[in-house]
């Protein structure tokens, strides 16, 4: 990788995530820190699939959209700039290929889905701030203990001979997140994939806009057809009545200006 310096501006990046420092050392406080000011600042979006903008594995781009122009992105974009600063940091990473789970005990193809190992000492950390409604904190890569987090209980255990798996407990079950094998991987090994989710009928991406944020008491998510708060227990929803109210809540809840559709 070149070296960060040359591809972000670190202290504009730090700023988009509501800081102006965190410190020197690349420990696990410093990583927690940024993972949970990234989900707090920075959406889980796929508008520019539906504006007609298509989404290249180029970091620098990714930087452009998230921290110039304002914005969010999917897995490839979040994750993959999030690792460009976690090594400005002074983090040891890898890209992850994982395979998402479907809710009847399949899983996507690989490279479906971009995470990150972060590496402090002996210890390892699975770092995640693209997949919507995930853990707050880094999850570390130890097999069947399992982690309080803000969002929930989390464990991860041994699937197969190559895989790990996340669950997350819900209503006291396991509820299968993803599977990844713990190796690295280039960012362009994932564009096949990147480019299938931005055109393929069959990809959840494509069939509506989506813009979802983590807050301090829980999540909003502006869809085409709902406007949802989630606080603690609590929870509103409200209808999302035409394309001018979408673009308004988009800007008023999540600082985003609509960008014209580019007609091809």
Not at 144 to 163: H, L, M, N, P, S
Not at 208 to 229: A, N, P, Q
């Amino acid at each position: 990788m070149r070296e960060a310096a040359e591809i972000i501006d670190v202290s504009g990046y730090l700023a988009r995530i509501g800081l102006d420092n965190t410190g020197t050392v690349a420990d696990i406080l410093r990583l927690k820190l940024l993972q949970r000011q990234h989900l707090l600042n920075v959406p889980f979006e796929n508008l520019d699939i539906h504006w007609g903008h298509p989404i290249i594995l180029d970091t620098e781009k990714f930087f452009r959209k998230i921290v110039s122009e304002n914005r969010g992105g999917f897995c490839y974009e979040l994750n993959g700039l999030f690792n460009v600063l976690l090594h400005a940091a002074g983090f040891e990473t890898r890209l992850l290929s994982a395979r998402v789970a479907n809710g009847s005990g399949e899983f996507s193809a690989e490279y479906d889905h971009l995470a990150i190992m972060v590496i402090i000492g002996e210890m390892h950390y699975l770092a995640d701030v693209g997949f919507g409604s995930f853990a707050t904190e880094p999850l570390l890569f130890v097999p069947d203990v399992e982690q309080e987090d803000e969002a929930g209980t989390f464990v991860i255990k041994r699937r197969t001979d190559e895989y790990f798996e996340v669950l997350r407990k819900e209503n006291g079950f396991w509820k299968s997140e993803y599977m990844f094998k713990p190796f690295g991987h280039d960012l362009s090994e994932f564009g096949d994939r990147c480019s299938w989710h931005q055109t393929s009928p069959d990809s959840h991406f494509t069939q509506g806009k989506l813009c979802s944020l983590m807050t301090l008491d829980g999540r909003k998510t502006l869809s085409d057809e709902k406007f949802i708060i989630t606080n603690g227990e609590s929870r509103s929803e409200s209808l999302v009545r035409s394309e001018e109210e979408f673009n308004s809540i988009l800007f008023k809840e999540f600082g985003i200006k609509p960008v014209p559709v580019n007609v091809v």
